[in-house]
């Protein structure tokens, strides 16, 4: 009988990682890192423009050359999955959540600046697959992470929910074995949500 051989969709696909230091891996070394273990596992290639403390809305001084939208206009290939891991500081500064409205350009709250770069991207990306991956859940009572999940929502693209996963970050045996601190994952936690991640590219790639 033939066998057949199953086709790894991911192998040869491009990658823009954007975000804060959840995406760049804090001050870990890139080959320890999530991307680089998604990419060295399937053979893809990936450009990366996270950097620490930065936001996803505007208003925060020097950090605005590097928000998200500012991230997304550095982007100069065609990648085939856009990855954005983002929304830990905006949440940590209490920003406001705003509206997810069509008049909502507003890039100091939360939804107008989800709407005004998730618009950039659909325009000058329309091939590329977009992923949005939410702050780890801390059990903290303004819902940033359901507001980013209905934000991806309305304009189709793909959430993964980190209330899912298994790191539950309020919890201190899994922050002892998963966190460098009390934010940011170590190099188990980083293989550990790699899987997570590339298991969720699998849906939709």
């Given at each position: 009988?033939?066998?057949s051989?199953?086709?790894?969709?991911l192998y040869?696909?491009t990658m823009?990682?954007?975000g804060?230091?959840m995406?760049?891996?804090h001050i870990?070394k890139e080959?320890q890192?999530?991307?680089?273990?998604i990419a060295n596992?399937n053979?893809?290639?990936?450009?990366?423009?996270?950097?620490?403390?930065?936001f996803?809305t505007?208003?925060?001084?020097?950090?605005?050359a590097?928000?998200l939208?500012e991230?997304?206009k550095k982007?100069?290939?065609?990648?085939?999955i856009?990855?954005?891991?983002?929304?830990?500081?905006?949440?940590n500064?209490?920003?406001e959540?705003?509206?997810w409205t069509?008049?909502?350009?507003?890039?100091?709250n939360?939804?107008?600046?989800?709407?005004?770069v998730f618009?950039y991207?659909?325009?000058?990306f329309?091939l590329?697959?977009?992923?949005?991956i939410t702050?780890y859940y801390y059990?903290?009572q303004?819902?940033?992470?359901g507001s980013i999940?209905?934000?991806?929502?309305?304009v189709?693209w793909?959430?993964?929910?980190?209330?899912?996963g298994?790191?539950?970050?309020?919890n201190?045996?899994?922050r002892?074995?998963f966190?460098?601190?009390?934010?940011?994952?170590?190099?188990v936690?980083?293989?550990r949500?790699s899987y997570?991640?590339e298991?969720?590219?699998?849906?939709?790639?």
């Amino acid at each position: 009988l033939k066998t057949s051989k199953i086709e790894n969709r991911l192998y040869g696909k491009t990658m823009a990682i954007l975000g804060d230091s959840m995406a760049k891996g804090h001050i870990l070394k890139e080959e320890q890192t999530w991307a680089y273990k998604i990419a060295n596992r399937n053979g893809m290639a990936y450009q990366k423009f996270a950097k620490n403390g930065m936001f996803i809305t505007t208003g925060h001084g020097d950090a605005d050359a590097n928000c998200l939208l500012e991230q997304a206009k550095k982007i100069d290939n065609n990648p085939d999955i856009i990855v954005i891991h983002m929304g830990t500081n905006d949440r940590n500064s209490k920003v406001e959540l705003g509206k997810w409205t069509s008049g909502n350009t507003d890039t100091t709250n939360l939804f107008g600046a989800l709407r005004t770069v998730f618009t950039y991207l659909a325009e000058n990306f329309p091939l590329a697959q977009v992923m949005f991956i939410t702050p780890y859940y801390y059990q903290e009572q303004t819902d940033y992470i359901g507001s980013i999940e209905s934000a991806c929502k309305f304009v189709g693209w793909h959430c993964k929910n980190n209330k899912q996963g298994g790191i539950w970050a309020w919890n201190d045996n899994v922050r002892k074995t998963f966190f460098l601190d009390l934010i940011h994952l170590n190099e188990v936690g980083q293989e550990r949500v790699s899987y997570e991640y590339e298991g969720f590219m699998r849906t939709f790639m």
